[in-house]
Nanobody, 119 residues
């Protein structure tokens, strides 16, 4: 079992910044990828950014150049720095851990943190 706890969400004006944190605990060995997803009302959950165990990163086109994902292995924590926020970024943001097994992925999710960007 992996426990993920997000923090750092809040209300910010368009153009502002927020930094989300996700602290992992429990059976954190062999996690292949950590990621941030978001879900707005009436929309599907979408991948925002991900970072692999090797340090490679991937971003949704909508956030490229504005968001940065990073990790602190010593603290078992992953971050999402969000700059130049837009109202379209408003959503609940979820931290995800993925462990790949021989029979498929093993995913764990945080409780979510609300990000609201006012226009």
């Amino acid at each position: 079992q992996v426990q993920l706890v997000e923090s750092g969400g809040g209300l910010v004006q368009a153009g502002g910044s927020l930094r989300l944190s996700c602290a992992a605990s429990g059976s954190t060995f062999n996690i292949n990828r950590m990621g941030w997803y978001r879900q707005a009302p009436g929309k599907q959950r979408e991948l925002v950014a991900a970072i692999s165990s090797g340090g490679s990163t991937n971003y949704a086109d909508s956030v490229k150049g504005r968001f940065t994902i990073s990790r602190d292995n010593a603290k078992n924590t992953v971050y999402l720095q969000m700059n130049s926020l837009k109202p379209e970024d408003t959503a609940v943001y979820y931290c995800n851990s993925r462990r790949l097994t021989s029979w498929g992925p093993d995913d764990y999710w945080g409780q979510g943190t609300q990000v609201t960007v006012s226009s």
